[in-house]
């Protein structure tokens, strides 16, 4: 935690930076996980089966 002696500007540094390192963190773990789905969905297919969102978990079944 930063601790300042700014009063309102130090809370203003510490918001922008948890939004300035959690942001961040964020959109890479949604877009690693779009890569990993979209790799998944790929191979599923040649190997003849398919990606299935019945139940909100992706999982893998035969064609």
Do not use: K, N, R, W
């Not at 599923?44 to 992706?58: C, I, K, N, T, W």
């Amino acid at each position: 935690m930063v601790v300042t002696e700014l009063g309102m500007i130090g809370q203003v540094l510490l918001v922008s930076l948890v939004l300035g390192t959690g942001l961040p963190v964020l959109c890479f773990t949604l877009v690693v996980a779009g890569v990993g789905l979209g790799i998944t969905f790929v191979v599923a297919s040649g190997f003849g089966y398919e990606l299935d969102f019945a139940h909100g978990v992706p999982t893998l079944v035969a064609s």
